[in-house]
Structures are given as C-alpha cells and as structure tokens.
C-alpha cells in the first residue's frame, strides 16, 4: 500500500511539472510573482511596482500602485488554472517563466493595461509595443507619475522611505 500512494504521488507531481510547465491554480504574490503548487514563478519580460510602492494618479493622490496592480492581477486570473513555460532561474532561484490564463499572456496583459513595464534588460521587449499602447492610452501608472520599480528599489536599499522613493523626482540614487 505505501509502494502505491508513492507511486500515485509521483504520477501527481509528473502532470503538475512536464518539461519546464508548470500548470494549476495560481495564487498572486506581487504583480509579477507567482505561486503555482508551491513554486514561485517571475513573470518573464516585465518589472513591476513593488506591494509597498506608491504613485501619483492623474489629481497627483498617490497610491498603492504596486497593491494595486497585484490585486487586478488576482482578479484576472479569478479561478482560472494559469500555464507557465519555463524560460530560466534567476539569481533569487525563482523559476521565470511565460504564463497565460485562458491563452491569454500575463504579461503582456500587465503592460498593456499599464500595471507593469516592458523590461528589456532580461528580454528583448516582448511588450514594447503593449507598453506604448498603455502609455498613449494614460492607463494605469501612465495616467498619473511614477518613479520605475528598479530606482524605487535602488532609494529603498539606500534607506529611502516608500512614500518619498515613490516620488520620481526623488527616487534617483
């Protein structure tokens, strides 16, 4: 009987991971990290806004725009069953990865309705053209200002506060 319920397992965790995909339930960590059957998956080609990150909307109120752009991305997702591709590791051992729901690109998904930015440093902007789209359109964090997540984190580590790190003016090592 043990012999089985090993054996049923591993057949359970060989449908969950088959060559690099990873498919299932996805629970929403930040707007570009993801939790499918307990690994954590980046969303490839994007940088988004961290959770403790503020922006300024069109009147200039900031807001959570990171908090916010995770939450659009759960409600998105909702209970469909998201399929990630593999791409590679990252330095943090997170597994970075295309993902879809309902064959609909996340990512892509992200840019276009301006919640995340097309990152060219570790592709080869996939989502410009959605990003333009975003931007033209002043959806999202284009409607308002923002400082971008990578100088958000730079101001941070340099001990920076949220509200003042959030501020593009000030978010400038």
């Not at 499918?36 to 080609?45: A, D, F, I």
């Not at 080869?124 to 990003?131: D, I, R, S, V, W």
Request: hydrophobic content about 40%; charged content about 20%.
């Amino acid at each position: 009987m043990p012999g089985l319920i090993v054996m049923l397992t591993m057949l359970a965790l060989c449908s969950i991971v088959l060559a690099g995909e990873l498919t299932g339930r996805a629970q929403v960590i930040n707007t570009d990290t993801l939790e499918v059957h307990g690994t954590r998956v980046r969303l490839w080609g994007i940088e988004a806004p961290d959770n403790s990150q503020m922006c300024r909307d069109i009147k200039s109120n900031l807001y959570r725009c990171g908090l916010n752009a995770a939450s659009d991305l759960e409600g998105f997702i909702a209970e469909r069953e998201v399929r990630c591709l593999s791409v590679l590791q990252d330095e943090c051992g997170r597994t970075v990865a295309t993902c879809s729901a309902d064959g609909i690109d996340l990512g892509e998904w992200l840019v276009r309705n301006g919640l995340a930015l097309d990152w060219t440093q570790s592709s080869t902007g996939p989502y410009h053209a959605a990003q333009r789209a975003a931007d033209r359109a002043g959806l999202g964090l284009w409607a308002g200002s923002f400082a971008v997540p990578w100088l958000y984190r730079a101001c941070i580590r340099l001990g920076g506060q949220p509200a003042s790190c959030s501020d593009d003016a000030n978010a400038h090592p």
